[in-house]
Every structure is written in structure tokens, then in C-alpha cells.
């Protein structure tokens, strides 16, 4: 399928509006068929969502990957799951962070879909982030004690 009257990122056939699944639509961002609408809402991870909040938020920069790469002189063609993984961990924490800013995120679709655990992810980054939080009281503490046996 293609979009044949020149609109930008449809699937489907003759749409003219822009961002449409399905065909004949006029309106941007449908997925269906006939519509001359642009819908204030889409389905995000299952749920009704506003479009606008989606569209604005900050996505990670790991959800754009490519399925092929060149290793080696030669093009290599990687599973759509290994594609996904193997992005995301290429990516900064701060860049995997930002999965969780996606509206109506769910961490078990997003497993699903990509293979990711973020749970896991999630947990072991908050563990190291309560240690490191520990550390700096720690620290604190002990200037406190040094100023203290400083004034004795």
C-alpha cells in the first residue's frame, strides 16, 4: 500500500490528508477509512490518549532504530526485537528514561512489543540511585562530624 496523492507517512491508498492507516482519508492522523477529521485523540499502549500530549512529549531517541546495518563490508539484516534491544542498550540512561515519560506508558506491552524489560531496568537503576543517595548523606555526615571534632 502507498499513499498515492503525494501526502507524507500514510499506509493505505489514496489519502490525501497526512500520518494516515487505512484509506481515503482527508484528515490527518486516522486510521480507518473515509475520515476528513483530524482525531484529538489516539491510542497509546492501549488507551484513548490526547494526541497533542503524545505528539509533545519527549521520546527516546532508541525507539528509531534500523532493521539493517552494514558490519564488516556487509549488510547485515537483524530480527525487529534484536534491532529494538540492541538500541536501547546502546542508549543512555537518560535516553531509556524517557520511554517512561511516554503517556499511558505500560511496561508489560512495552515487553511485548520490544523484548525490553524496563521493570528490571527500572529497579536495578533505582537501587543504584537509593546507594548513591546513601553515600551523599554518608558524606554529609561526616563533614558534619569533622566541623563538630573541629570545634572541640
Request: net charge negative; aromatic share 10%; proline share 2%.
Amino acid at each position: 500500500m502507498t499513499d498515492s496523492v503525494g501526502s507524507k507517512g500514510n499506509s493505505g491508498y489514496s489519502n490525501s490528508g497526512d500520518w494516515n492507516s487505512g484509506n481515503w482519508n482527508s484528515g490527518n492522523c486516522n486510521s480507518g477509512h473515509f475520515n476528513t477529521d483530524t482525531p484529538k485523540t489516539i491510542r497509546v499502549f492501549g488507551k484513548e490518549t490526547d494526541r497533542e500530549a503524545y505528539i509533545s512529549c519527549d521520546k527516546p531517541d532508541f525507539l528509531y532504530f534500523n532493521l539493517t546495518e552494514v558490519i564488516d563490508g556487509r549488510l547485515v539484516t537483524k530480527e525487529y526485537k534484536e534491532a529494538f534491544k540492541d538500541s536501547y542498550e546502546k542508549a543512555t540512561q537518560e535516553d531509556r528514561d524517557k520511554i517512561f515519560n511516554i503517556p499511558n506508558f505500560d511496561a508489560d506491552m512495552f515487553f511485548e512489543i520490544s523484548g525490553i524489560d524496563v521493570r528490571r531496568d527500572n529497579e536495578a537503576e533505582l537501587k543504584k540511585k537509593q546507594i548513591h543517595d546513601s553515600i551523599k548523606e554518608l558524606e554529609a555526615k561526616v563533614q558534619e562530624l569533622k566541623q563538630q571534632a573541629g570545634e572541640l
